[in-house]
């Protein structure tokens, strides 16, 4: 990298043998992530439902990794997790929440309980994590809370609405988080990939009862989903840009990974302009104001 990228980004490569605590590595960003941070000489807190499936990055990197059983709907060991992770470590630099899954299905086919498991595993699971981390972090005065949102959780689409209520609650709330951690040096930032090949609409995504009244439109959004996601990203090249992000002195709040979503986020946020501005005498109205 050249000295006058590195400039315009605000790398601070000085920071190095970074400590991480990140969620959902058995798969996908999460163990793609724990593997590269492991490779440039950082120290993992990984967690997984079923440690076994590190077993191989334990035999490979020794004691930089440390693998902690979790299922992030736990309130009670998302805390203890954290806490085990510092108390082994000494510090938590970066905290990842990663952990997550897809659930289709239209909004008349969920369940209740399809939609309770979605938000959660997706909003309170990420919520308990961040509030276990920020005493260590306010503590230290300085960390940085990464958040796996989605181009699904600025803009929606047809099939996939529980997802969408979960990660627009989480885009909510670490925005507020934001704001209410930047003075003890705490930064947050809202990573929100498109299509990436990491199994999320395959073997780790969950499905509602389809409903027969609705076999057409299930058709057009298969459609719908493969133009607007086309060639999937590679989620270990994802690696280089998270580090890019980490190693900011001043990191975005929000991101994008993938070459869609600012198209997708460009055309969904001119219509909402164009509406709050035709609707904006009713709006004037609303409050006993006349245009």
């Known amino acids: 990298m050249t000295s006058a990228s590195s400039s315009t980004f605000g790398y601070n490569f000085a920071m190095a043998n970074k400590t991480w605590f990140i969620t959902g590595t058995s798969r996908g960003f999460g163990r793609e992530w724990t593997i590269a941070a492991l490779e440039r000489g950082d120290r993992v807190a990984a967690t997984a439902r079923d440690t076994s499936t590190l077993a191989d990055l334990t035999a490979k990197y020794g004691d930089r990794i440390l693998p902690i059983a979790l299922d992030v709907q736990d309130r009670a060991a998302c805390f203890s997790a954290v806490d085990q992770a510092h108390e082994h470590f000494g510090r938590l630099d970066i905290v990842v929440n990663n952990a997550g899954y897809g659930q289709f299905g239209l909004i008349e086919e969920l369940s209740?309980?399809?939609?309770?498991?979605?938000?959660?595993t997706n909003v309170f699971g990420a919520f308990w994590v961040t509030q276990a981390a920020l005493p260590h972090l306010r503590k230290q005065k300085s960390g940085h809370i990464l958040q796996v949102s989605s181009i699904g959780g600025i803009s929606?689409?047809?099939?996939?609405?529980?997802?969408?209520?979960?990660?627009?609650?989480?885009e909510g709330f670490s925005q507020a988080l934001a704001q209410e951690v930047a003075d003890f040096g705490i930064h947050v930032t809202l990573i929100e990939p498109g299509g990436f090949d990491t199994d999320w609409g395959g073997a780790s995504a969950k499905r509602a009862k389809p409903m027969a009244d609705y076999a057409a439109l299930h058709e057009k959004i298969k459609e719908q989903r493969k133009a607007r996601v086309g060639k999937p990203g590679d989620p270990?090249?994802?690696?280089?840009?998270?580090?890019?992000?980490?190693?900011a002195k001043e990191p975005p709040l929000r991101v994008f990974f993938g070459a869609a979503p600012l198209a997708i986020a460009k055309a969904d946020y001119a219509k909402r302009l164009e509406t709050w501005e035709a609707w904006q005498p009713v709006a004037l109205e609303a409050q006993g104001e006349q245009k």
């Not at 209740?112 to 959660?120: H, P, T, Y």
């Not at 929606?156 to 989480?170: D, E, N, Q, T, V």
């Open 112 to 120: 209740e309980k399809e939609l309770r498991d979605q938000l959660e």
């Open 156 to 170: 929606a689409f047809s099939g996939i609405g529980a997802y969408h209520a979960s990660k627009w609650a989480l």
């Open 236 to 247: 270990k090249a994802s690696a280089r840009a998270l580090f890019k992000i980490v190693d």
